[in-house]
């Protein structure tokens, strides 16, 4: 048995209880893991919540969490280039835990110089941002528009972004300007005015737009971008037909985990990949994280810790 996090019906945060549960002996190609850190999502509160039965139903009880770092302690059949002992990190299921099973082949290798909460952080606004950047074929000497540029998903789509070449103008509240302006990007203010503040900085209009806010800007990233060919939304799935915007979920046949992660160790080996935690939170407080997640003003991204 070991120690988890897990609501046993849908409701707000404090569904989220401390509880025992059984983890199996990793199958092929998978390794159980002993957590030590565990990253936080939009996602995991909006399960919870039950708005997203439909898209991803989940039994109860369910441990969230889709991405964790932790140490390789038993290793299934088949499995190779993983041991027992190595430290590594990736998409998951059940990240709030202090053990888990998840497939090897999805895992990568944590250097020592990335910490237990910054590659917990990594998988999945990673992978989410080099998807979006793919399906936006953004090239050098672009400019990209991202609303919500200095949440978990926008911080690395901006880097991800910079380190392609192009120019990189970024939505936040004022508190979030500084970071942007650190990470490479050029700040604007969202809400009213926000399409004559990004034309002031450009010659009009922007080559490629991408949602991460989910704030209903679809409107206008199509009159910025010249068109809904080159904006892509991730979170405004109920918005974008109306627009004719491509929405990425992320689903079967999608998945850049591989891509993402070799892009972000490259550009952290190469000492230019930020990664800020904007709070920890013990796995016992994870109930205190979902309700920061759901405040939603965050520069970076939220963990817990796992002793
Ligand atoms: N489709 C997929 O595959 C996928 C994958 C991952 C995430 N998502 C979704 O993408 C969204 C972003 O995820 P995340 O992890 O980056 O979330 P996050 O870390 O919570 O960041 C959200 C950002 O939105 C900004 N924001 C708040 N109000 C805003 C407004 N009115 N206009 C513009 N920006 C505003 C916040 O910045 P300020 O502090 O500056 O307000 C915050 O930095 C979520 O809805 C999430 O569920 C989708």
């Known amino acids: 048995m070991t120690k988890a996090i897990a609501f046993t019906a849908f409701g707000d945060a404090d569904v989220l209880r401390p509880t025992d549960i059984e983890v199996p002996a990793p199958g092929p190609g998978q390794v159980r893991l002993a957590v030590r850190a565990a990253g936080v999502n939009p996602l995991d509160f909006k399960i919870r919540s039950g708005w997203m039965t439909e898209v991803f139903p989940v039994r109860l009880p369910h441990v969230p969490g889709l991405e964790a770092s932790g140490t390789v302690e038993a290793v299934g059949e088949g499995v190779t280039g993983l041991a027992v002992g190595d430290e590594v990190f990736g998409p998951v299921n059940g990240a709030y835990a202090e053990q888990l099973v998840a497939g090897a082949d999805r895992l990568a290798v944590k250097p020592a110089s990335l910490s237990w909460e910054e590659a917990a952080a990594l998988p999945v606004a990673g992978e989410t941002a080099w998807r979006a950047l793919e399906l936006l074929n953004l090239t050098a000497g672009e400019t990209l528009l991202i609303h919500g540029a200095a949440g978990g998903v926008g911080t690395l ?71 809904p060919e080159r904006v892509v939304t991730i979170a405004d799935a109920p918005g974008a037909p109306a627009h004719q915007v491509r929405f990425s979920g992320g689903g079967p046949g999608e998945d850049r985990t591989a891509d993402a992660l070799a892009n972000a160790l490259a550009l952290h080996a190469a000492g230019s990949l930020r990664l800020r935690i904007h709070r920890t939170y013990p796995l016992g407080d994870a109930a205190e994280a979902h309700r920061a997640s759901e405040h939603g003003h965050l520069t970076g991204k939220i963990v817990l810790t796992v002793a």
């Open 157 to 227: 789509a901006v880097q991800f972004a910079v380190a392609r070449g192009a120019r990189v103008i970024g939505t936040a509240s004022e508190a979030g300007h500084e970071y942007l302006r650190s990470l490479g990007a050029i700040p604007v203010t969202y809400g009213e005015g926000l399409a004559e503040r990004v034309r002031a900085l450009t010659d009009g209009r922007v080559d490629a737009v991408l949602d991460a806010s989910g704030r209903d800007v679809l409107g206008v990233s199509v009159e910025l971008a010249g068109g």
